[in-house]
């Protein structure tokens, strides 16, 4: 369900993908110093929006360095660290766990719960370090799950569900950004969930697995219903987002929300409209 809001690469100048880069090698090098690789595995493209989004407003102080990694072990990678980068490697890791544990009881994947095993001492520790965002997490993980075992079909009910889950991973602090930040992650929240629901919709009724939009898969007009609302769900994140008063990173961050968490949906909309094309032949 991660993974979709990237950078739209063709678009944004080499230096700022430069400084993208260096604040998600510092979530990876962060992940790793905490959590060793079990940690560092479970990285995402949407934590590290987080990185940087709350850095931007927040601006704390940001240490630079170097690092060698597996996936490039000859040359040093630039990266930046701050407090943001530790909330956000605790964040994902707690995020990541219950996941795990979630996908363990509903559809007893092996996988699941192994790194969610691994996982789990580590977890502790952080349900005690951050008790009201642990609860509130687990409890709509719970709530997500009950409604995709009874069948539910309300979008809006569903996405908003795992929207508040992202509201939670937002508010870092309780003041005066609270409540554009809560709303900016829910209706993210509620974008990466109905996304990653038209990505999967076609796997999930061949596998006869849940998937909100399987009723409307099969009507006309469904690829631009989707559209529509994911338009919507976007132009209210961009709102928030532009109330913020943010001066750094700026085109990073909007390469980002007007452009780059366009670019999975484009993908998929084309590869299906081609194999539609190809058995009309």
Same mark, same amino acid.
């Given at each position: 369900m991660f993974g979709y809001v990237v950078m739209n690469k063709p678009e944004i100048k080499?230096?700022?993908?430069?400084?993208?880069?260096?604040?998600?090698c510092g979530l990876c090098r962060e992940l790793k110093d905490r959590y060793g690789i079990s940690g560092q595995i479970s990285l995402?493209?949407?934590?590290?929006?987080?990185?940087?989004?709350?850095?931007?407003?927040?601006?704390?102080?940001?240490?630079?360095?170097?690092?060698?990694?597996?996936?490039?072990?000859?040359?040093?990678?630039?990266?930046?660290?701050?407090a943001v980068t530790g909330y956000a490697a605790d964040m994902n890791v707690l995020l990541t766990y219950h996941k795990c544990r979630d996908d363990w009881e509903d559809e007893k994947k092996a996988m699941a719960l192994g790194?969610?095993?691994? @996982?789990?001492?580590?977890?502790?520790?952080?349900?005690?370090?951050?008790?009201?965002?642990s609860r509130r997490i687990?409890?709509?993980?719970?709530?997500?799950?009950?409604?995709?075992?009874?069948?539910?079909?309300?979008?809006?009910?569903?996405?908003?569900?795992?929207?508040?889950?992202?509201?939670?991973?937002?508010?870092?602090?309780?003041?005066?950004?609270?409540?554009?930040l809560r709303r900016m992650g829910f209706f993210l929240g509620k974008f990466i969930y109905l996304l990653d629901a038209y990505d999967d919709v076609e796997e999930d009724i061949k596998n006869k697995n849940?998937?909100?939009?399987?009723?409307?898969?099969?009507?006309?007009?469904?690829?631009?219903?989707?559209?529509?609302?994911?338009i919507?769900?976007?132009?209210?994140?961009?709102?928030?987002?532009?109330? @913020?008063?943010?001066?750094?990173?700026?085109?990073?961050?909007?390469?980002?929300?007007?452009?780059g968490v366009w670019v999975r949906f484009e993908a998929v909309h084309k590869q299906r409209k081609e194999s539609g094309e190809k058995k009309n032949d």
């Amino acid at each position: 369900m991660f993974g979709y809001v990237v950078m739209n690469k063709p678009e944004i100048k080499f230096k700022d993908f430069d400084l993208y880069r260096s604040f998600y090698c510092g979530l990876c090098r962060e992940l790793k110093d905490r959590y060793g690789i079990s940690g560092q595995i479970s990285l995402t493209y949407d934590m590290t929006f987080v990185v940087i989004l709350l850095s931007a407003l927040y601006e704390p102080p940001t240490r630079k360095g170097t690092t060698r990694c597996i996936i490039h072990p000859v040359r040093k990678q630039p990266v930046r660290r701050n407090a943001v980068t530790g909330y956000a490697a605790d964040m994902n890791v707690l995020l990541t766990y219950h996941k795990c544990r979630d996908d363990w009881e509903d559809e007893k994947k092996a996988m699941a719960l192994g790194y969610s095993k691994v @996982l789990q001492g580590k977890v502790r520790k952080l349900d005690k370090k951050y008790p009201e965002k642990s609860r509130r997490i687990q409890e709509l993980l719970k709530e997500l799950s009950e409604m995709e075992k009874a069948g539910e079909h309300d979008i809006d009910k569903m996405s908003g569900c795992f929207g508040r889950i992202m509201e939670e991973i937002f508010a870092w602090k309780q003041d005066v950004w609270e409540n554009s930040l809560r709303r900016m992650g829910f209706f993210l929240g509620k974008f990466i969930y109905l996304l990653d629901a038209y990505d999967d919709v076609e796997e999930d009724i061949k596998n006869k697995n849940y998937n909100p939009f399987s009723e409307q898969y099969i009507m006309e007009g469904f690829e631009e219903q989707v559209r529509q609302i994911l338009i919507m769900m976007m132009s209210q994140t961009c709102r928030e987002f532009e109330k @913020l008063p943010i001066i750094k990173y700026t085109d990073i961050l909007r390469n980002i929300l007007y452009s780059g968490v366009w670019v999975r949906f484009e993908a998929v909309h084309k590869q299906r409209k081609e194999s539609g094309e190809k058995k009309n032949d």
